[in-house]
């Protein structure tokens, strides 16, 4: 799943669910005037594809690849029927949606009510829990791109977090130096987010490590 591709558009026919592993894929909403804004991320967690299980075939929005990496993809129609079969990949993917709802929810809010570099805070975490390690490949303007904000926004709460010394970014790459104090720095809307993935996602599949589905 190579950074920017785009795994399906708005009303475009879905073909596949696919399950992230080592990638990262953003929901965006996308104007008519061309501007977007993220509306939930999802990573090796959940899957991506939720209008094919939901009835209704085609969306809105925009799932683009945020972090290249590695993932699987199943048929439509098989996963369809393993669906209506009712069994684990029925319960956890109604699971996922509600935890990805809650997710769409919270960052609603804290477009609206929260400054700039909280948001980034809140967006740095949620991309890390996603993804092994402490690094981000992802230039400036993609991140305004995700948050809906001028990139020149982006440079500056970037700036700031990292002459307080919780991350360095440098050519494309943001390292989280403290996740600690990152973890102070950031909004209530993570916690949020996180406690209802931990809530409804706790699950040992047979033959499974945890949370590997």
């Not at 899957?47 to 939901?54: A, D, Q, R, T």
């Not at 799932?63 to 079969?85: D, H, P």
């Amino acid at each position: 799943m190579p950074l920017g591709w785009a795994v399906y558009e708005p009303g475009s026919h879905q073909s596949y669910l696919y399950f992230p592993t080592t990638s990262l894929v953003s929901l965006l909403y996308v104007m008519e005037d061309g501007a977007s804004a993220e509306i939930a991320i999802t990573g090796n967690e959940g899957l991506v594809g939720i209008s094919l299980f939901m009835g209704g075939e085609t969306t809105p929005s925009r799932a683009v690849v945020q972090s290249a990496g590695n993932g699987y993809r199943l048929g439509a129609s098989v996963a369809k029927k393993e669906f209506a079969a009712g069994g684990h990949l029925q319960h956890l993917a109604l699971r996922y949606t509600q935890a990805l709802i809650t997710q769409m929810a919270q960052t609603a809010v804290c477009n609206r009510h929260h400054a700039l570099d909280k948001q980034l805070c809140r967006w740095l975490l949620l991309s890390l829990d996603r993804l092994q390690g402490n690094e981000l490949v992802m230039t400036q303007e993609l991140i305004a791109n995700m948050l809906g904000v001028r990139r020149e926004g982006v440079t500056e709460a970037a700036g700031r977090l990292q002459a307080d010394g919780l991350i360095h970014y440098r050519r494309g790459h943001i390292k989280v130096l403290d996740r600690t104090r990152l973890e102070k720095r950031v909004c209530e809307c993570y916690a949020v987010v996180k406690r209802e993935y931990d809530r409804l996602l706790p699950y040992v599949i047979p033959g499974l490590p945890n949370n590997a589905a």
